[in-house]
């Protein structure tokens, strides 16, 4: 392979080990790095003169760097699979337990032993499956439950999800992603209505009425002296077209009857518990 396929391929990212196999004598690489025609991004990885400095190049130096046996993960791995926009600041490389590596800057370092069944390479690059990347990513971010439930709509599904959490039981993070996995369950809409309850109860709000009979449906907590009704959204990933029309349905007749409503997801009332509490309690007033 030539210095320009891999370049091409590469986005302008090269190590010193891919040009000598491609013909180049390492003197003429040290040569163009003092030149300033190669600049090193990490030791022995190097972006030619005339590409930009972009997320990808980045995440590709950072790989080629720790070797292959290193992977990808987290926040850098998610924007690798296209779930996130934009790439983190630091990138994130996992290597076997027992490499020897020290940190670079850009770089953070993470040693663990990997499943290979959590192994993949897209597009040149080792990075970690798309379901313990959506799960590790989830933990990382400070909106991580939203994260996870647009990855769980067009990533991931939950049985594998859920297969990746079991597998890596035991590791950093593992308590937030089993709080995360039982959010994103089945049974969500049922976890979101018990938050909400305990967010009631902490603010010392009384007066409410779960499961409150509104004729033919039920509201999912009512405050009937108020006429106040809180409908409670779980995770979009749930939701079928059908169940979107119902819940639009019940909405409408509890605006008929002239209730004030409040939607909330289960994202608010993780994510923003206090601003949810001040609009529910300036709606009663």
């Known amino acids: 392979m030539t210095i320009d396929v891999v370049l091409a391929r590469q986005a302008g990212v090269i190590s010193a080990a891919q040009a000598v196999a ?38 590709r130096a950072a790989w080629l760097w720790a ?40 770089i953070m370092l993470r040693r663990r032993d990997m499943w290979p069944v959590d192994r993949v390479v897209a597009r040149h690059v080792g990075v970690s499956a798309e379901p313990l990347t959506a799960l590790e990513t989830a933990v990382a971010l400070p909106d991580g439950s939203v994260f996870l439930d647009r990855a769980l709509q067009k990533h991931v599904r939950f049985p594998t999800l859920y297969r990746a959490y079991c597998r890596n039981m035991g590791r950093h993070g593992a308590s937030a992603a089993g709080r995360l996995i039982s959010a994103a369950a089945d049974r969500a809409d049922s976890v979101a209505e018990r938050l909400l309850v305990t967010l009631l109860r902490q603010a010392g709000i009384a007066g409410w009425v779960l499961g409150y009979p509104f004729g033919r449906y039920r509201i999912d907590l009512a405050f009937p002296a108020q006429k106040v009704a809180i409908e409670v959204d779980g995770w979009a990933w749930h939701v079928d077209a059908e169940r979107f029309r119902a819940d639009r349905r019940k909405g409408n007749a509890i605006t008929r009857g002239a209730w004030d409503l409040l939607r909330f997801t289960w994202h608010d009332l993780d994510s923003r518990p206090a601003e949810t509490v001040a609009e529910i309690t300036g709606t009663l007033a």
């Open 67 to 106: 070797g292959e046996s290193s992977l990808v993960t987290g926040p850098a791995a998610a924007y690798w699979h296209r779930m996130l926009d934009r790439a983190p600041d630091d990138v994130e490389i996992t290597v076997p337990r027992r490499t020897h590596l020290r940190p670079q800057p850009g």
């Open 22 to 59: 491609a013909g180049m004598s390492m003197r003429t690489v040290q040569r163009r790095v003092r030149a300033g025609r190669w600049v090193a991004l990490h030791p022995g990885v190097y972006l030619v003169g005339g590409h930009r400095l972009t997320d990808e190049a980045r995440i």
